[in-house]
């Protein structure tokens, strides 16, 4: 906000006294606070620092013991520099005692060679200044006005940080209290050298409050919280480089206002979501979301997953799928619905704690109305079904510790299905593998085992046709061998003989016990399997076209359930 004395020596009321620099020439880049012309020698009493002093010099001590004593003392008090217009005092040069004082005090000592009106140098320093100040209030309405629409909007964290990084011109980062990065804005700059080795870097940077710049490290920063709930950290790097040389006082006060209005503003969307998932899940949930997506760059997404405390890469990755087997009966209950996304919620949150219990290093979070999806890292594949064993035994005690009463964590402990997928060597293969564990999860649903894990060998017929359900000539074949008693159940409602189909082959095509399940006589049932076999042209009795049935009445529960 304030020029420097090299800018003051450039403005052309100062050129015009033709400036020379005696002394002092490292100190030219401090900042001028203010311009003020003195004659006499005890001025300093009257200053507070940061001044630009001029003078003539009629005032000053006739002996060089004054001399550097009036020197000394402007230097004490901190002014940015002192300059003298030769003629009138001195004709030629300043006194070499002032000179050399000067030098040793590296304060900036000019001599104007002709005679200049002070008050043009006061007028355009000032000016300068006040110029300056309106920018800076400008800008910090700029801010303010920003981070208000981003508040109002419910902006992501990380948009709020990009438009820090905007404003600021510089690298932004939102960490946690562990130093795990949250999200960031590298600038323009290498997001992968901006990240690299962060939690040591960031455990380096010695914080004197809440709000502090360390020169050091070179980096501004401020605590993120709000109701005496801190939870991150705010930091925006500026090097000791980027300040002018002899300059003090770190950044300027517009990006010292710009990092807590942000921070205010992350605090503020924290309180807003306190009821939603952490906001380290909603990373881990815009990660997953990315790999299966490819809404981001899969380099991206191992980066940050890296910084997040994560590693993906020369992992091998296994994708899970946790669901609830069945649907929960109920009002709100369903998909979308405001219990159906508590009781979601609850299982994410069971999926990340068993993670944890076990030891596990992942990515955990919902992936859409029905399932929670996880990503396993492991160092060895050969650890794989050891991880996944853990995992599964891990989520189960965390669940029955939770008890079956619904506002307590992780919510009623009901049935789930842990599905797998094939594990993979790269950050590249991992949607195939999530994506496949998906497909188990929901096929698995449908078939009668109960397993720790499933995996892909183990769901069974229903299992595969449920995989397949999307698929146009199992469709047809279901239409084939179905189509005319389903077309004749549509036109005769009260008969339902697609039912007693169902009932004579889930009992083994034992007549005499199917017509007991369906409470109907021998000879009633009997009759229905003889229209049925007329309808669709089959042979009962034949243990191939039954098998044939069979299939397609799996396939058709398969079609109408996907």
């Known amino acids: 906000m304030f020029p420097t004395v090299r800018e003051v020596l450039a403005l052309d009321p100062v050129r015009h006294g033709g400036p020379r620099v005696v002394a002092g020439a490292a100190g030219l880049d401090r900042l001028v606070r203010w311009v003020h012309a003195a004659e006499v020698p005890d001025i300093a009493a009257l200053l507070s620092g940061g001044e630009l002093v001029l003078t003539t010099g009629i005032g000053l ?8 004593a009036f020197i000394g003392e402007l230097a004490d008090v901190g002014v940015s520099g002192l300059l003298v217009e030769l003629g009138r005092r001195y004709p030629a040069a300043v006194p070499r005692a002032m000179v050399n004082a000067a ?48 508040s109002v909007e419910g902006a992501e964290p990380a948009e709020v940080v990009r438009q820090a990084a905007v404003l600021a011109g510089c690298p932004v980062i939102l960490e946690n209290l562990s130093r795990q990065v949250l999200a960031y804005d590298p600038a323009g700059e290498s997001a992968e050298l901006l990240l690299r080795g962060w939690e040591q870097h960031s455990r380096r940077i010695r914080p004197t409050g ?20 801190d939870w991150g950290r705010l930091l925006l790097r500026w090097p000791t480089g980027e300040l002018p040389a002899g300059a003090s006082g770190g950044p300027s006060t517009r990006l010292t206002i710009l990092i807590e209005r942000a921070a205010s503003t992350l605090a ?54 946790v669901r609830y087997r069945a649907d929960e009966a109920g009002a709100g209950a369903a998909a979308g619905g405001p219990a159906g996304q508590a009781r979601l919620r609850d299982l994410a949150e069971a999926v990340s704690q068993a993670l944890r219990d076990a030891e596990l290093s992942g990515l955990a979070s919902t992936l859409d109305d029905q399932a929670v999806g996880a990503v396993l890292a492991l160092r060895d594949a050969g650890d794989e079904e050891r991880a996944l064993a853990a995992f599964a035994a891990a989520l189960d005690r965390v669940r029955l510790d939770a008890g079956p009463t619904a506002g307590r964590p992780y919510g009623a402990p009901g049935a789930v299905i842990v599905a797998a997928g094939s594990g993979v060597g790269s950050v590249r293969e991992a949607r195939r593998s999530l994506i496949e564990a998906r497909q188990v999860a929901d096929a698995a649903r449908r078939g009668r085992r109960d397993l720790p894990v499933y995996r892909l060998p ?56 199917a017509a007991a399940a369906a409470h109907l006589s021998r000879p009633a049932f009997y009759e229905r399997l003889a229209r049925i ?28 359930d996907g």
């Open 61 to 68: 001590p006739g002996d060089d013991a004054g001399l550097r």
């Open 103 to 150: 030098e040793r005090r590296n304060l900036p000592l000019v001599e104007l060679c002709r005679v200049t009106p002070f008050v043009r140098i006061t007028e355009a320093v000032h000016g300068l200044i006040v110029d300056a100040q309106l920018a800076e209030l400008r800008a910090t309405e700029e801010i303010h006005q920003r981070f208000t629409e981003l």
């Open 210 to 229: 809440r709000t502090g710049y360390d020169p050091d490290a070179g980096w501004l920063y401020t605590t993120v919280g709000a109701r005496g709930q």
């Open 268 to 321: 503020l969307g924290r309180l807003i979501r306190r009821d939603a998932e952490g906001l380290e899940r909603q990373i881990h949930r815009t990660l997953l979301t990315a790999l299966l997506d490819h809404t981001r760059p899969v380099d991206e997404v191992a980066l940050r997953s890296r910084a997040l405390g994560v590693p993906l890469d020369r992992r091998h990755l296994v994708g899970v799928v």
């Open 458 to 513: 183990q769901v069974g017929l229903a299992g595969l046709l449920h995989l397949l359900r999307d698929e146009p000539r199992l469709q047809t074949f279901v239409e084939r061998e179905l189509g005319p008693l389903l077309t004749h159940d549509a036109e005769h409602p009260r008969e339902q003989l697609l039912g007693t189909l169902r009932g004579y082959l889930e009992s083994g095509r034992n007549k005499s016990a």
């Open 533 to 560: 076999s007329r309808i669709l042209r089959v042979d009962l009795d034949s243990v191939d076209d039954c098998l044939s049935l069979h299939v397609a009445l799996l396939a058709l529960d398969a079609v109408r």
